[in-house]
């Protein structure tokens, strides 16, 4: 049956207007697509480009040289050496583990260095260079270079590793340097790409922490080529960094290498500062460690050993170290009362070897006693109840002010790791540190340096300095930067009695001088050379009555770790100050036998510049000191200046 010729319009006007519909939204998105393309292949044809160029192309970072450090004569402290490795990228790589297997039939891989290329591997980015062997040898760098086509992502590379060749004599000063470890990162805000390279290398502890930012430079970049494998084809350009500031110190590298040989099989530390600048010429610590070890990562049995060494090689004990100063503290009471109007210099007290406070007794070191003594002859023989006397007419207040004066109870700023502020007590310390009141026997044990007083090495030689010259000395380890002199320590003047000043330095000359003195036998002879010093015993134990009354146990017969601390300061020359010296031996007895004859050939060496004559010495040591030359020499490191070249 015919459909009626005005149905057939109709639908043939709906298939018009649908054709028309359907043609119209192709040519829109025809229209729409033409139009993306165009914008894509000519307005964004650069951003593309530079895309398609990113999957040949690698920008990879250029790790910077770090800062040298030298010694302030020039000698090399801290060097950078050529290193060869070996590293993988795991995106060129493909199949990690079937590289790895290939590459261990060519070189030799650690065990645990490649457990942590592993898991680095696995944790970083993909783009990420990755160490898999480090410190290989040269063959070993030929043999993968070589076989480089069947070894994708794998790359030999010549870097730049920390060496320290002056080995143990630096290493708490200068410190080492380690991989960037997760808490190191914990601990930087907004890390650079820089230290997220894997076994990057930073400071860790002394200077080369402390002086990180300096040292470390700036990274450079490199644009390299790479094809569909991975494989590096070629070099397009590259961005040098910034190599980092080299550092030269104050340490003079002769005297600090004879200052550890003289340390030796002691726990002891000593600091020589030079009076008129603050420079710090020696500032050592026994015993020590060598940092090398340190650089790769340093085994378990070796850092077991150096924390199980009663010695505790680790610390830094001339920075760090705190200690009760014992009698070298003597000249810090006596200035205190005699600046405060609470003495004067020819006043004398009576000494019986002991005095009775608040129903206790306090010892002299010598049991019968001094008699009468003056501030001199109290220095000069080391009497505990002259200031015993001073102590309980000045107070604790004028004592650990005058102290802080000469620069003890004070962190000085050094670029060094854990520099100690040490500890000069007062009465609101004591309450709100122990929750108790101060007693006046408290003031009576800070007099002589006991107590609750602690002082490190270095603040026992800056104090001396400023003893020494009534300046404000303030200690100095940097001496430049990138060729840069910095500040010296020089200081201000302190402002103290010159007069009350001179006889303290009086008395000081005569401990070492004057045949009552209690360093005589450690006396330098040359005249031009003579020195001023201070001995000082700190104990470490309570003495009972009941031992008191037997007889005290001689240091020789107690165990190590019981025997008193042995102190001796020192400035030379007397008329015309050039070195203050400090020396600590831990548990070595009596300051003048442990620590004087120590600081005293110390003093002698940096005087002389090297070994000096044996007229220096009295006559009856110099056989000694003659055979303990020639061994210092045998044992110090080899290629350390021994000054006997010099006129």
Not at 468 to 482: E, G, H, Y
Not at 540 to 552: C, F, L, Q
Request: net charge positive.
């Amino acid at each position: 049956m015919r459909r009626p010729t005005r149905d057939n319009a109709e639908s043939q006007r709906r298939i018009t207007r649908r054709g028309l519909i359907i043609g119209g939204a192709q040519a829109t998105f025809v229209g729409a697509l033409a139009l993306r393309m165009r914008f894509m292949q000519v307005d964004q044809a650069d951003q593309f480009r530079l895309l398609a160029d990113e999957n040949r192309i690698n920008i990879r970072l250029i790790p910077p040289a770090r800062g040298r450090i030298f010694d302030r004569n020039g000698a090399v402290v801290a060097e950078n050496v050529p290193s060869y490795r070996i590293t993988m990228v795991r995106e060129e790589a493909g199949d990690v583990d079937e590289v790895i297997a290939r590459l261990a039939r060519l070189v030799e891989l650690d065990p645990g260095e490649l457990e942590r290329a592993r898991r680095d591997l696995r944790e970083l980015r993909g783009d990420t260079p990755v160490t898999v062997a480090d410190r290989v040898t040269w063959g070993d760098i030929s043999r993968v270079a070589v076989n480089t086509p069947a070894l994708p992502g794998v790359t030999p590379e010549v870097g730049l590793s920390r060496r320290y060749p002056q080995g143990r004599d630096y290493a708490h000063l200068v410190g080492y340097v380690g991989p960037v470890s997760d808490r190191d990162l914990e601990n930087i805000d907004a890390p650079s790409q820089l230290l997220l390279i894997p076994r990057f290398q930073i400071g860790k502890i002394g200077l080369e922490a402390r002086q990180e930012d300096l040292l470390r430079g700036k990274a450079g970049s490199k644009r390299v080529e790479v094809n569909a494998a991975g494989r590096v084809m070629r070099e397009l350009d590259r961005r040098e960094g910034q190599a980092g500031a080299d550092l030269q110190i104050t340490i003079d590298n002769s005297l600090q290498s004879y200052v550890h040989a003289r340390l030796a099989k002691e726990s002891a530390a000593a600091v020589v500062i030079d009076c008129d600048t603050g420079d710090l010429l020696t500032c050592a610590s026994a015993p020590s460690f060598d940092p090398n070890l340190f650089v790769r990562g340093i085994s378990v049995a070796n850092y077991r050993a150096l924390l199980e060494n009663k010695y505790r090689p680790l610390p830094n004990k001339a920075v760090q170290g705190l200690y009760p100063p014992g009698s070298v503290f003597k000249m810090v009471t006596a200035l205190a009362a005699l600046e405060d109007d609470k003495a004067d210099l020819g006043e004398t007290v009576y000494c019986p070897g002991h005095m009775e406070v608040s129903g206790r007794r306090f010892h002299c070191w010598k049991r019968a006693g001094h008699g009468n003594v003056d501030l001199h002859r109290a220095l000069r023989e080391s009497c505990d109840v002259y200031f015993y006397e001073m102590a309980l007419r000045t107070g604790v207040e004028k004592i650990s002010e005058m102290a802080r004066r000469l620069g003890l109870g004070v962190q000085h700023d050094l670029p060094l790791t854990s520099v100690a502020a040490g500890l000069m007590p007062t009465k609101e310390w004591k309450l709100a540190n122990r929750g108790q009141e101060w007693v006046i026997g408290d003031s009576v044990n800070a007099s002589i340096g006991q107590g609750f007083v602690l002082a490190s090495p270095l603040q026992l030689a800056v104090m001396t300095a400023r003893l020494a010259t009534n300046r404000n000395v303030t200690p100095r380890l940097i001496k430049s930067i990138d060729g840069v002199e910095q500040p010296t320590g020089r200081g201000e003047d302190l402002g103290l009695n010159e007069n009350t000043l001179r006889e303290v330095r009086k008395a000081m000359f005569a401990v070492s001088n004057d045949r009552r003195g209690t360093a005589y036998s450690s006396r330098i002879i040359e005249d031009a050379f003579r020195l001023a010093g201070k001995t000082g015993t700190s104990q470490v134990r309570n003495i009972t009555a009941a031992e008191r009354a037997r007889g005290v146990t001689s240091n020789a017969d107690l165990p190590w770790e019981r025997r008193d601390h042995a102190l001796f300061v020192n400035f030379a020359p007397y008329d015309n100050p050039k070195y203050a010296v400090a020396v600590v031996v831990e548990h070595g007895g009596g300051g003048s036998t442990a620590a004087a004859p120590i600081a005293r050939d110390i003093t002698l060496q940096a005087l002389y510049d090297g070994d000096p004559p044996l007229s220096a010495y009295p006559a009856k040591d110099r056989g000694r000191i003659s055979t303990q030359q020639e061994e210092l020499r045998r044992t110090r490191p080899k290629g350390a200046p021994d000054g006997s070249d010099r006129a």
